[in-house]
């Protein structure tokens, strides 16, 4: 089953989030932009709005939101290098004296998975009223 993305190739390009802070374009793919929406779907899991017989948001600022959202967060993916968000679930790694990343672990699934959404992902979400104004991981 082929999942189709919230933002096409020429939407990012369009985007805010096409440029790294040096405004050097960012290598997008459209299997980039897939994985970013399968993040925003996690995202609106409890979301709800009305949808067009494709399964795409009937309203335009909705759709608007969540198109910003998968630029957003597929920006946030090549940038981190961890689209994936495999290591924001890694947690701290220790070799003696040595100790890289947080002291504190996760206590939940949901506080791991806080660190894989772009800020600007979750911030535009939240504008919309698409998810919850308060903390993912709290």
């Known amino acids: 089953m082929t999942v189709a993305a919230f933002a096409t190739l020429e939407e990012f390009a369009a985007s805010p989030y096409s440029e790294d802070d040096e405004d050097q374009p960012i290598g997008m793919t459209d299997k980039r932009l897939v994985r970013a929406s399968d993040d925003i779907r996690e995202l609106l899991i409890v979301a709800e709005f009305d949808t067009d017989a494709d399964g795409k948001p009937a309203d335009a600022d909705v759709r608007e939101a969540i198109r910003d959202a998968t630029c957003a967060q597929a920006a946030w993916g090549v940038l981190t290098g961890d689209a994936s968000g495999a290591g924001a679930a890694a947690g701290p790694i220790s070799l003696g004296p040595l100790s890289l990343g947080s002291r504190s672990t996760a206590s939940t699934q949901s506080e791991i998975a806080a660190g894989r959404f772009s800020p600007e992902a979750v911030r535009r979400l939240r504008t ?6 308060e903390p993912l991981h709290g």
Request: proline content about 17%.
């Open 128 to 133: 919309a009223g698409l998810i919850p104004n």
